[in-house]
């Protein structure tokens, strides 16, 4: 079992069983993990301030996605989830980001994204 103990006696005890947890099988490790627990109740987040997640550069949003720059902002023209053009330029945008979208965007195996049209040629190989 991997358990999370609490100090006080308010707070509850979450046990899974260990595969559920570490994704390994039953008898793999006799280790016991502890670490703390947060409940929150629907009353207490009524009453939180919530703050917005900040938006990060292109190159922060690369590195989080372990894909190149110019990748992702080919992604961010074409519409992608989480992606937020700054200014008013018809030529350059400045594009900012939000990871917790992106990330949702990427488990939701977001399919919408439009492919950009491919050229139009002659029979002949000469574009018009």
Aim: glycine letters at 10%; charged letters at 20%.
């Amino acid at each position: 079992m991997l358990a999370s103990r609490t100090s006080g006696p308010d707070n509850p005890i979450i046990t899974m069983p260990l595969e559920s947890g570490t994704g390994g099988q039953r008898g793999d490790s006799a280790e016991t993990i502890s670490a703390p627990a947060t409940v929150i109740t629907a009353n207490e987040l009524g009453r939180a301030p919530l703050t917005p997640e900040p938006f990060v550069s292109a190159d922060e949003a690369a590195r989080f996605l372990c894909v190149k720059r110019r990748y992702l902002l080919g992604l961010a023209r074409r519409g992608i989830t989480g992606a937020y053009a700054l200014g008013t330029g018809s030529k350059r945008k400045i594009w900012v980001f939000r990871l917790s979208e992106l990330a949702a965007c990427i488990v939701r195996n977001e399919t919408s994204i439009p492919k950009p049209p491919k050229p139009c040629t002659i029979g002949s190989g000469s574009p018009r």
